[in-house]
């Protein structure tokens, strides 16, 4: 039977990969680093923020997940402390975390968005994993039941945080708190909230999975027609996911400070 070293490989290199992509993405991001380039070192020199401690992780993450995936790749055994060091690694919720510190977005400023952007970057890796999986290791994809079982809870966690995570803001006594909320469910958002991440995000993957992994029969579930659909899933998560941290980064808006001379 399949003992699932397919699937572990597509996930050790979808890792790398997509932190890799990302931080090139933050760099490029950084116009002013890259007229002056040795400001990039300046990101390691302040323990104090959390832009140095994600900077850390990161690359540490990188060079961990790229060690790993060459040892796979050369057939060596991958060390148990190794492997665990990534995972520690993998949940240092930087985007999370550097928002959530930033007092003038009620949005952002809160506890919640940590755990919201973790659960979806479990699911979405996972997703992303599946969805590689389908294709390129079919036979394993339908070994993984306790996998994807796992996984068809986290939208539905997702669901719970998002909607705390709106009701807490718009308790906010700043305006921007429940205007940032309005942007996203009635605003120019609106669209992409509801269709794209609820909708496609979450409530399509988890209505597709319910039916895979507890209703359709084994012979279905394990069909390549049972395959296609998980596959549609997991594409919605990965769009929802996506989707979710556009609309998060781009509908905050700021809490607006009013000066006594300015009366």
């Known amino acids: 039977p399949p003992d699932g070293t397919r699937l572990m490989r597509i996930g050790r290199i979808i890792a790398p990969a997509v932190v890799i992509v990302g931080l090139c993405l933050l760099m490029f991001d950084a116009a002013a680093g890259f007229a002056h380039p040795l400001r990039f070192a300046l990101l390691l020199t302040n323990f104090g923020s959390v832009m140095t401690w994600g900077v850390v992780f990161l690359a540490v993450f990188v060079v961990v997940a790229l060690v790993v995936l060459v040892l796979d790749l050369l057939k060596k055994a991958v060390p148990e402390w190794l492997d665990i060091l990534g995972m520690v690694l993998a949940v240092a919720v930087y985007t999370g975390c550097l928002l959530g510190v930033c007092q003038g ?13 973790l659960v979806s970057a479990v699911s979405t890796g996972m997703a992303a994993v599946l969805l590689v ?9 339908n070994e993984v039941v306790v996998l994807k079982k796992f996984h068809f809870w986290l939208p539905v966690v997702e669901l719970v945080l998002v909607a705390a995570l709106l009701f807490v803001t ?3 006594p700043s305006p921007a708190g429940w205007e940032s909320v309005a942007a ?22 988890t ?23 998980s596959a549609l899933s997991d594409a919605g998560v990965l769009i929802g996911g996506f989707v979710l941290r556009l609309m998060i980064v781009s509908a905050a808006l700021p809490v607006t400070i009013v000066q006594p001379w300015m009366l």
């Open 133 to 141: 999986g389908v294709f390129a290791a079919p036979m394993e994809f």
């Open 184 to 205: 996203l469910v009635m605003g120019n958002w609106a669209v992409c909230f509801w269709l794209l991440f609820v909708v496609m995000g979450l409530v399509l993957p």
């Open 170 to 172: 718009s308790a906010n």
């Open 105 to 117: 977005f009620p949005l952002w400023n809160t506890a919640l968005l940590p755990i919201l952007f």
């Open 207 to 229: 209505v597709l999975e319910c039916w895979m992994l507890w209703i359709a029969s084994h012979e279905l579930e394990t069909s390549r027609t049972g395959q296609m659909v």
